[in-house]
T-cell receptor, first 112, second 118 residues
Framework: SQELEQSPQSLIVQEGKNLTINCTSS?????LYWYKQKYGEGLIFLMM?????EEKSHEKITAKLDEKKQQSSLHITASQPSHAGIYLC????????????FGGGTRLMVKP | KAGVTQTPRYLIKTRGQQVTLSCSPI?????VSWYQQTPGQGLQFLFE???????NKGNFPGRFSGRQFSNSRSEMNVSTLELGDSALYLC?????????????????FGPGTRLTVT
């Protein structure tokens, strides 16, 4: 099984709606990263969380880290077509270095 | 500040050939990591370099190698290319190397090099 599971795998929402993407680890999290990727392009850094209960926001995107559940959630408020893309969570699982293990990604489509 | 740059952006090679990809990290960043992204396997860690030394290595065959120069720029090399090596190769830079028990550091990715092996 995957060490980092993302859900859902894909999501289609109407513009203006809120949505949540989850990322769950089977191992201890030492750092949790959220990225956005347009197809075939590089990863755009969104946020990094590393303390249990930590919550960060950037524009309409909020991410939280639940250390006890080894889980993070990414919440988008009032979605816009510009939010469309693939959202990836990555985590440092081995407590050393910067090696990231990634989830399978969530493909988000926003209908105008 | 300029972001992470990767060259070339696109590359087409033939089976059996070798290829070298280059990554220039954000100015001041000393850690460079390489990842392979394919539709089937997703994003997988290749290796990480810090201060010209390989610090971590993923589960890839020895045909995949890399190095880092004193200015933190990094190159990765793939020898004896196989069709399955076709992928988007991404590099990420970070200010420092995270150490056991310490804080994690933000990691920024480049645009990637799309390698096609025919």
């Amino acid at each position: 099984s995957q060490e980092l599971e993302q859900s859902p795998q894909s999501l289609i929402v109407q513009e203006g709606k809120n949505l949540t993407i989850n990322c769950t680890s089977s191992k201890t999290l030492y750092g949790l990263y959220w990225y956005k990727q347009k197809y075939g392009e590089g990863l755009i850094f969104l946020m990094m969380l590393q303390k249990g209960g930590e919550e960060k926001s950037h524009e309409k995107i909020t991410a939280k880290l639940d250390e006890k559940k080894q889980q993070s959630s990414l919440h988008i408020t009032a979605s816009q077509p510009s939010h469309a893309g693939i959202y990836l969570c990555g985590a440092v699982l081995n407590n050393a270095g910067n090696m990231l293990t990634f989830g399978g990604g969530t493909r988000l489509m926003v209908k105008p | 500040k300029a972001g992470v740059t990767q060259t070339p952006r696109y590359l087409i090679k033939t089976r059996g050939q070798q290829v070298t990809l280059s990554c220039s990290p954000i100015s001041g960043h000393r850690s460079v990591s390489w990842y392979q992204q394919t539709p089937g396997q997703g994003l997988q860690f290749l290796f990480e370099y810090f201060s010209e030394t390989q610090r971590n290595k993923g589960n890839f065959p020895g045909r995949f190698s890399g190095r880092q120069f004193s200015n933190s720029r990094s190159e990765m090399n793939v020898s004896t290319l196989e069709l399955g090596d076709s992928a988007l190769y991404l590099c990420a830079s970070s200010l420092v190397l995270g150490t056991s028990g310490s804080k994690s550091y933000e990691q920024y990715f480049g645009p990637g090099t799309r390698l096609t092996v025919t």
